[in-house]
């Protein structure tokens, strides 16, 4: 599977930016779908996550602002950022993991897909 990333762009503190990440190829694997994101010098930090169910699961730092969603039939997720913050700048990743079963076995394995970032400039 690969996974396009876009949305990123230029905003001013407080102003909102809305990111898609669009999973192609073979994709029925796909439980859950998250952004992360990687400012300059750190680590990359999970940013929001959704399982196919619905279930959300956001960081404390975005808590409030952001709005992650699924549509499951075009396995696409949306990252909706608003209120945005000086300290929300970084190049932003959307990740995709889930289980396939192993062939002649009752066993799965763990899969994972990452897409391309795109940066989120957050001026202020």
């Known amino acids: 599977v690969q996974l396009q990333a876009s949305g990123g762009g230029l905003v001013q503190a407080g102003g909102s930016l809305k990111l898609s990440c669009a999973a192609s190829?073979?994709?029925?694997?796909?439980?859950?779908m998250s952004w992360y994101r990687q400012a300059p010098g750190k680590q990359r930090d999970m940013v929001a996550a959704i399982t196919s169910g619905g279930r959300e699961d956001y960081a404390d730092s975005v808590k409030g602002r952001f709005t992650i969603s699924r549509n499951n039939v075009e396995n696409t997720v949306y990252l909706q950022m608003n209120n945005l913050k000086p300290e929300d700048t970084a190049v932003y990743y959307c990740h995709a993991d889930g289980n396939v079963p192993v062939p002649a076995t009752i066993k799965v394995r763990f899969v994972e897909a990452w897409g391309q970032g795109t940066l989120v400039t957050v001026s202020s």
């Open positions: 190829g073979s994709a029925f694997w796909i439980n859950t």
